[in-house]
Structures are given as structure tokens and as C-alpha cells.
């Protein structure tokens, strides 16, 4: 805890420092590299306690430390790791090793440099159970939908009626991507206003949420990086989201029911196609068919005295199996489409070079209407 505020900070830095094999996986041995500098700072106590997980092609390091929300310790810790993974990914000729950090020193926060980062700081509650959600293969406007879900549709958290300090709503904090500028909406009494926004996933993101009773944060989400290609901030791809569960927060089942329903989400092949977001184990977090279906895994913790008492596959549930097995059917469904939409999504970067390439290619070939 900290000494002078007695609250403990949950970071979750998420990067893609190169897949196995292509985007399926990520090798033991970075997922060790990781561990064994973890367990080195834990040691000299810099941090309280850490947990390596893999969601993917994307590794997550969730680590609880007190230095508080940007914390440039942390945030540098986390970026020679992710550094020391990198070189062990080039070292095995790993795919895509180059390409997930910027090359460039660090300069005080890991914001913008490539990884991604979800943090939140509160005062542990006598029992703290959080989950840390990590998904491949789509972008942070995959959790708008599951989000708005836990937080303001009664029809999925009982809570919302049934909990007197949550009948008071939650607050959502939107970010426009297009503008850079964010606003804080209040679910239930701007319940239209909110739908009308983050129904347009790639343009407005929930970034964070809070309890109208007391501006408890609830939730948060890894909303921004550094987009290697456009050199711009830009939609994160493959996001972590920290919820907060239990007594005047949406329960761990509360939770986990909003990703029953495999919604549509953009990313997929080349980050240009939609498709059905998939709930699956840990074991089962290698996208393989059309380099997907986009998949979301679960980790419950405890936490104590800021240990982290966990993880719990959240989704190793036959309960989510139809959930699992629609996602398939919407799968086979879908990739019929190939390359027409609504399977292909328009305006991707992908999408946009290939076209400028085969418009450049048929050159004159246009005529004009007659
Ligand atoms: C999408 C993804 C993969 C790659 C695809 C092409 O997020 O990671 O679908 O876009 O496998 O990869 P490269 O360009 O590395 O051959
Ligand atoms: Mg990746």
C-alpha cells in the first residue's frame, strides 16, 4: 500500500513484440524473459506483485505496484521488458519482432510508445476482486459494446436494480478519436446521448467508467497507442480492460455475461475484416482460422494487501461453449462474404493501400459515362 494514501495501483501493459507462429501465438521464452524480471523487481521490492499473461500474438503484464496512476518507474520497468522480450524475439526470428515498439529511448511514459496501457488506483476494499480482460485480433472499440453492457443495461447486471449504491448509474468517460477531446457522460439519465456516441466504435471509445454514488473507478481501458504506420495516435490495437467486481460494482458473473453474446468486431486478417468476438480459455487464445476469429480472455484476481491472488480463467466455463460455438457459426457465416462487406471492412489501412496499388495499376483504363 502506499504510506501516504494506503491505495494500490494495477497496471496492465499489453505489447506485441512478435508472434508465433505469424500473429497465432507468443513464444515461452518471452513469456519467461518477462517473468524472470518481474520476479527480480518484486524482489527488490519496486513492485508489489505481477502476472504474465498471453492473449494471442499480444503478452500482458499485470503488475500492482504504489507509485500511482503514469508512474515513470513502472512505466520504464515495463518498457526494458518488453525491450528484453524483443530482443529474444529477434534472436528466434520471431514474426513481426520490429514492430511493436517504437525505436526509440524511452522518455518517461510508455503512452504513445507502441505498448498498451490500462491503469487504475484505489483503496483495496476488504475484498477486492478485479478482472483483467486482454483481446486479439481487434481494436478498443470491441469493449464499447460488453462495457456499456455491464455498466448500464439492466437486462444484463441485475445490480443496476438490484444494488442500492448502483441503481445510481455509473459515469462513462467518452474519447473522440477524431477530435482528441473527451467527454464524461451519466448513465441511467444520459443513457440516448451515450449509445448515440460509442455505438460508432471507431471514432468514440469508453475510456474509463465510474460510480455515480461516490466517483469510484470501476473500470478502465487501454484507449490509445502509437500507430507505427500513420505515426499518429490512433485506435489501440489489442486493448486490455481492468473491471472492479462486487458489493456496488457489477458482479464477476455480471461481468462475464456480457460477453455471451459474441458481438461483431473490427480487426481480424490485416485489421480489415469484422467478425464475431470469441471467449475462450487461456489455452485457447491462438487465433488460427483467417488469422482469428478475435478472441477475449478473462483473469480474475483477488487482490490482497496488493498480492495478486490469481489469476482464475474466467472463461474456462462450458457455460460460454454455445457462446463459443455461435461465434464458429458467425465465423463460417461470414467469411463466405470474402472479400465483400460487410465482412470487409471499409476505410482500413489495409483496405486503403491495396486499393491505391490496383487504382495506380489500371491507370487510364477509366473512361468516363457515356
Ligand atoms: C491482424 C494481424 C494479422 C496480420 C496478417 C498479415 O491484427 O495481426 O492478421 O495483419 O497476418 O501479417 P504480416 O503483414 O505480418 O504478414
Ligand atoms: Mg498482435
Redesign the pocket.
Known amino acids: 500500500m502506499d504510506s501516504n494514501t494506503g491505495k494500490i495501483t494495477l497496471s496492465v501493459m499489453t505489447a ?1 513484440v512478435g ?1 508465433f507462429i505469424g ?1 497465432v501465438s507468443s513464444h515461452p521464452d518471452i513469456l519467461n524473459t518477462a517473468k524472470e524480471r518481474l520476479y527480480n523487481s518484486r524482489e527488490k521490492r519496486v513492485i508489489e506483485d505481477f502476472h504474465v499473461l498471453r492473449c ?3 503478452i500482458g503484464l499485470i503488475i500492482t505496484h504504489t507509485k500511482g496512476v503514469g508512474s515513470k518507474v513502472v512505466h520504464e520497468l515495463s518498457w526494458n521488458i518488453f525491450t528484453a522480450c524483443r530482443e529474444v524475439a529477434t534472436e528466434l526470428k520471431l514474426h ?1 519482432a520490429e514492430r ?1 515498439l517504437l525505436n526509440e529511448s524511452f522518455k518517461g511514459s510508455l503512452v504513445c510508445m507502441g505498448p498498451g496501457v490500462a491503469e487504475m488506483e484505489f483503496l483495496e476494499r476488504t475484498s477486492e476482486p478485479v478482472v483483467v480482460l486482454m483481446c ?2 481487434t481494436g478498443t472499440g470491441a469493449w464499447n459494446l460488453p462495457v456499456y453492457k455491464i455498466f448500464a443495461d439492466p437486462f444484463n447486471t441485475a445490480g443496476l436494480i438490484l444494488d442500492a449504491v448502483m441503481t445510481e448509474g455509473f459515469s462513462f468517460k467518452v474519447l473522440d478519436l477524431a477530435s482528441n477531446k473527451e467527454i464524461i457522460l451519466s448513465a441511467p439519465k444520459e443513457l440516448h446521448s451515450l449509445l448515440a456516441l460509442i455505438g460508432s466504435t471507431e471514432r468514440y471509445l469508453i475510456t474509463e467508467v465510474y460510480r455515480n454514488s461516490d466517483a469510484e473507478p470501476a473500470a478502465t481501458v487501454s484507449s490509445q497507442k502509437f500507430s507505427m504506420e500513420a505515426g499518429e495516435a490512433t485506435e489501440m ?2 486493448p486490455a480492460l481492468i473491471i472492479r467486481c462486487q458489493t456496488g460494482f457489477p458482479t464477476a458473473g455480471e461481468t462475464m455475461e456480457a460477453f455471451s453474446f459474441p458481438h461483431m468486431v473490427s480487426g481480424w486478417m490485416r485489421g480489415a475484416h469484422a467478425g464475431p468476438l470469441m471467449p475462450v480459455p487461456f489455452y485457447e487464445a491462438n487465433p488460427t482460422r483467417f488469422d482469428g476469429p478475435p478472441r477475449v480472455i478473462a483473469a480474475g484476481f483477488q487482490l490482497s494487501n496488493g498480492r495478486l491472488i490469481g489469476p482464475h480463467d474466467m472463461f474456462d466455463d462450458p457455460s460460454f461453449d454455445e457462446t463459443r460455438r455461435r461465434a464458429s457459426d458467425i465465423t463460417d457465416y461470414t467469411r463466405r462474404h470474402g472479400p465483400f462487406r460487410p465482412h470487409r471492412s471499409p476505410n482500413s489501412a489495409a483496405e486503403i493501400a491495396s486499393i491505391s496499388l490496383v487504382l495506380e495499376k489500371l491507370g487510364d483504363r477509366f473512361r468516363k459515362t457515356s
Open positions: 506485441d508472434g500473429h494471442g500474438d499480444d513481426g511493436g486479439n485480433k490495437c489489442e
